[in-house]
């Protein structure tokens, strides 16, 4: 198996900082007699399911066991690749209820750490193993370790009286964390204050890669247990440190009237503008834009598209197409022109013969020429065989040159089988294009003759004023006629009667378990009995048109046969526009329209605003510019599939910037960049910082706010998203 290097999998291949994730709660060992046995897991297999999700910090945390022997064997299998951390979960007790608590070290302190839950086990076996808070206090506090304890819901949890010792004894009070079940109870105990995260608690190893997306993300990269423990202290200078190996870039712009510049440093991540109405976001998103289409990048400001829906999926079908080539459909020109261009042959008539066999030729250069005598040779036949010889040709000239380009031809075949390949083929394709040059000698030759036969007779006739044997009785070429006629109106009857399977675009997802939401396209030949008033025609020809010709054409085809074929055939010329209809293209319909399980669906204002967005962060582009997406949607929308979009564009390494009064963007996104506009007495002012350091500095002149507390009073719905942070060390 191979696998990128923990750097590498923190760094892109452009030097592009990518989330991975932590998860702070795994176990290798069946301890207890409770535990599953599907939570045993070799070295080996540890390494490859870790090693086959975005997990790059993972904490080993067995039951009142820590297996230094395993641990070691596990970092080095591991090696570079991702981050171990040894760690337990212990019981501990008071007098009044028991709980789990995570005990989690730095790696260089793994031998100490071993020594320390040996000895404070010894004698006892993990079933029957309790501990209270001040000797875990007195064992491990000198390691610095990160405290995790079971919480609320995260079953047995450790009690407030209980926390309040950890938190009073503990040196670093940063490192103590609430571990709960879920992003979302980590977000209803964060926005009230109590730091929180939460790991896998691995009961089957089958499971886990399956599983691991819902872990947290790990936004600022990490180098080290101690530097994650800094990150917890949100250290400023540890912040700044990582930040800025993130790659950013100074703008310099002019949105207002007032010309003033203002200068922000943004990052290719999330960038998010938020603040009163009025105070000018849209305006510093306008002026984004032009900066980067001035440098070549194609950026424009993405508003609320609800109301365009129709018209950016071209329902009406304006710039519609389809080539029917591609679905093995003949367009059928020839066929309409013969049609249209039908007239009767005569069958030769009997005074012809009779005037032939009663006269006397007396001019005596006329008995000489016998070539006036000889009767004209078919020639269907040579033309059949040298088409015939040319369409198969035409198919291995196009199978050589197949085989030639592909390159699964060429990995297959060895040198020389491919070499012989080419030999056989050029053989065959000489002896073809040979038997079809034959072919071609031979059909000329009749066609020559018959050619001088008929104008020797009619040189004599002229001549000689003796009428010259007619060359045919004329029923075959009569009957040939009307053949040809049927078998035209054949051949486009058949291309009327195919089918075009329909063309599906996923548009997006209406979330609340609705479902997809597709944009179908669906074609239809009018062959006479299409009826359906919501059908429009591909092309400018009139559904009336259509459907007279189709209908006319039909009745000339009852009547190939009969005397009075033309009067049909007059009839159908007579249609006003029937010259329009060149090809069987002009006869084909179509409808376009929005589908939600199968069902013709019509979304409201609030799904099209849904699905639109979607469609803009899905086209692959270097930047994006949003203002205010959150027009129209829900919460619920917002946070289950729109952050998800957002946060995987800032992971590629794009360039996100948000106008935004919605708390789930501004704030579960985790932005690099704030911008915060605002306006009092002194006018209109920026702010810019992240949730990281959580504040917020005055671009003008020193000033700072706390980012969290704005945030909470201007966003909408501010307090509740706070939560998401859980998904980042715990901040709070």
């Known amino acids: 198996m191979i696998h990128a290097t923990f750097q590498e999998a923190v760094w892109n291949t452009s030097g592009?900082?990518?989330?991975?994730?932590?998860?702070?709660?795994?176990?290798?060992?069946?301890?207890?007699?409770?535990?599953?046995?599907?939570?045993?897991?070799?070295?080996?297999?540890?390494?490859?399911?870790?090693?086959?999700?975005?997990?790059?910090?993972?904490?080993?945390?067995?039951?009142?066991?820590?297996?230094?022997?395993?641990?070691?064997?596990?970092?080095?299998?591991?090696?570079?690749?991702?981050?171990?951390?040894?760690?337990?979960?212990?019981?501990?007790?008071?007098?009044?209820?028991?709980?789990?608590?995570?005990?989690?070290?730095?790696?260089?302190?793994?031998?100490?750490?071993?020594?320390?839950?040996?000895?404070?086990?010894?004698?006892?076996?993990?079933?029957?193993?309790?501990?209270?808070?001040?000797?875990?206090?007195?064992?491990?506090?000198?390691?610095?370790?990160?405290?995790?304890?079971?919480?609320?819901?995260?079953?047995?949890?450790?009690?407030?009286?209980?926390?309040?010792?950890?938190?009073?004894?503990?040196?670093?009070?940063?490192?103590?964390?609430?571990?709960?079940?879920?992003?979302?109870?980590?977000?209803?105990?964060?926005?009230?204050?109590?730091?929180?995260?939460?790991?896998?608690?691995?009961?089957?190893?089958?499971?886990?890669?399956?599983?691991?997306?819902?872990?947290?993300?790990?936004?600022?990269?990490?180098?080290?247990?101690?530097?994650?423990?800094?990150?917890?202290?949100?250290?400023?200078?540890?912040?700044?440190?990582?930040?800025?190996?993130?790659?950013?870039?100074?703008?310099?712009?002019?949105?207002?009237?007032?010309?003033?510049?203002?200068?922000?440093?943004?990052?290719?991540?999330?960038?998010?503008?938020?603040?009163?109405?009025?105070?000018?976001?849209?305006?510093?998103?306008?002026?984004?834009?032009?900066?980067?289409?001035?440098?070549?990048?194609?950026?424009?400001?993405?508003?609320?598209?609800?109301?365009?829906?129709?018209?950016?999926?071209?329902?009406?079908?304006?710039?519609?197409?389809?080539?029917?080539?591609?679905?093995?459909?003949?367009?059928?020109?020839?066929?309409?022109?013969?049609?249209?261009?039908?007239?009767?042959?005569?069958?030769?008539?009997?005074?012809?013969?009779?005037?032939f066999f009663e006269s006397t030729v007396s001019n005596k250069n006329a008995k000489l020429i016998l070539l006036k005598d000889i009767d004209t040779q078919e020639e269907g036949?040579?033309?059949?065989?040298?088409?015939?010889?040319?369409?198969?040709?035409?198919?291995?000239?196009?199978?050589?040159?197949?085989?030639?380009?592909?390159?699964?031809?060429?990995?297959?075949?060895?040198?020389?089988?491919?070499?012989?390949?080419?030999?056989?083929?050029?053989?065959?394709?000489?002896?073809?294009?040979?038997?079809?040059?034959?072919?071609?000698?031979?059909?000329?030759?009749?066609?020559?003759?018959?050619?001088?036969?008929?104008?020797?007779?009619?040189?004599?006739?002229?001549?000689?004023?003796?009428?010259?044997?007619?060359?045919t009785t004329g029923f075959r070429d009569y009957a040939m006629n009307r053949i040809k006629i049927a078998v035209s109106i054949r051949d486009i009857e058949k291309s009327l009667r195919s089918a075009i399977a329909n063309e599906e675009e996923i548009v997006g997802n209406l979330g609340s378990g609705k479902g997809e939401l597709k944009f179908v396209t669906q074609f239809l030949f009018q062959d006479g009995r299409v009826t359906d008033g919501e059908m429009s025609s591909v092309t400018s020809v009139k559904k009336s048109v259509q459907k007279k010709f189709v209908n006319s054409l039909l009745e000339v085809s009852k009547h190939a046969f009969d005397d009075d074929l033309f009067h049909y055939l007059s009839e159908f010329n007579a249609i006003e526009g029937v010259d329009e209809v060149k090809t069987a293209y002009e006869l084909l319909l179509f409808k376009r329209y929005f589908t939600l399980d199968g069902m013709p669906y019509t979304p409201s204002s609030g799904e099209a605003s849904m699905v639109m967005l979607q469609k803009e962060l899905g086209v692959d582009r270097d930047v994006y510019i949003l203002d205010e997406p959150e027009k129209s949607l829900g919460n619920e929308y917002i946070n289950d599939m729109i952050v998800p979009l957002i946060k995987e564009r800032a992971k590629s390494g794009r360039r996100v910037f948000i106008s935004t009064h919605d708390a789930n963007i501004a704030v579960r996104t985790l932005p690099y960049c704030s911008i915060y506009r605002t306006h009092g007495p002194e006018g209109y002012s920026t702010f810019v910082g992240n949730p990281f350091t959580n504040n917020l500095v005055n671009v003008a002149k020193p000033e700072e706010r706390d980012w969290k507390m704005v945030s909470m009073r201007t966003l909408e719905g501010g307090e509740d998203a706070f939560g998401e942070r859980g998904r980042i060390y715990g901040y709070a």
């Open 16 to 355: 592009e900082m990518r989330a991975v994730k932590i998860d702070i709660h795994t176990h290798t060992k069946k301890c207890k007699s409770g535990d599953a046995l599907t939570r045993e897991i070799s070295p080996e297999g540890f390494c490859d399911a870790i090693l086959s999700t975005d997990v790059r910090v993972v904490a080993i945390t067995n039951h009142n066991v820590f297996d230094l022997s395993q641990f070691e064997a596990i970092r080095a299998r591991i090696g570079t690749e991702a981050q171990v951390w040894p760690g337990v979960e212990l019981d501990v007790y008071d007098n009044q209820s028991k709980g789990h608590l995570l005990v989690i070290t730095s790696p260089k302190f793994a031998n100490q750490f071993s020594i320390a839950v040996n000895t404070l086990t010894t004698g006892q076996t993990p079933d029957v193993f309790k501990v209270t808070i001040p000797d875990v206090l007195a064992t491990f506090d000198a390691l610095e370790p990160l405290y995790v304890a079971h919480y609320k819901q995260k079953r047995p949890s450790v009690s407030d009286d209980m926390l309040a010792v950890l938190e009073a004894g503990a040196r670093n009070k940063w490192s103590i964390l609430k571990e709960v079940s879920n992003a979302i109870s980590a977000g209803i105990h964060i926005s009230h204050g109590r730091p929180s995260i939460y790991g896998s608690d691995v009961h089957d190893w089958g499971k886990y890669v399956a599983g691991s997306h819902a872990l947290p993300d790990l936004r600022l990269p990490i180098d080290s247990f101690e530097h994650f423990s800094l990150l917890l202290k949100k250290d400023p200078t540890t912040i700044n440190t990582v930040m800025h190996r993130k790659t950013s870039e100074e703008l310099t712009l002019v949105p207002f009237e007032d010309g003033k510049t203002l200068t922000i440093r943004v990052f290719n991540d999330i960038n998010i503008i938020f603040g009163p109405k009025g105070t000018g976001k849209s305006r510093i998103l306008e002026a984004i834009a032009k900066h980067y289409t001035k440098s070549g990048i194609d950026a424009k400001v993405y508003e609320s598209a609800s109301g365009r829906l129709d018209e950016i999926f071209d329902v009406k079908g304006k710039g519609l197409s389809t080539n029917l080539n591609n679905h093995g459909i003949n367009y059928c020109q020839d066929e309409i022109q013969v049609v249209r261009t039908a007239v009767e042959v005569d069958v030769t008539s009997l005074t012809k013969f009779k005037a």
């Open 381 to 471: 036949g040579a033309e059949r065989n040298l088409s015939n010889y040319h369409h198969t040709g035409s198919k291995i000239e196009d199978f050589s040159a197949f085989v030639v380009e592909d390159p699964l031809v060429r990995k297959e075949l060895k040198d020389d089988e491919f070499a012989e390949l080419q030999r056989i083929l050029g053989l065959l394709l000489d002896r073809l294009n040979g038997k079809e040059w034959s072919g071609f000698v031979a059909w000329k030759e009749l066609s020559l003759l018959n050619s001088a036969i008929k104008t020797f007779r009619s040189e004599v006739e002229r001549k000689t004023g003796s009428p010259a044997k007619p060359i």
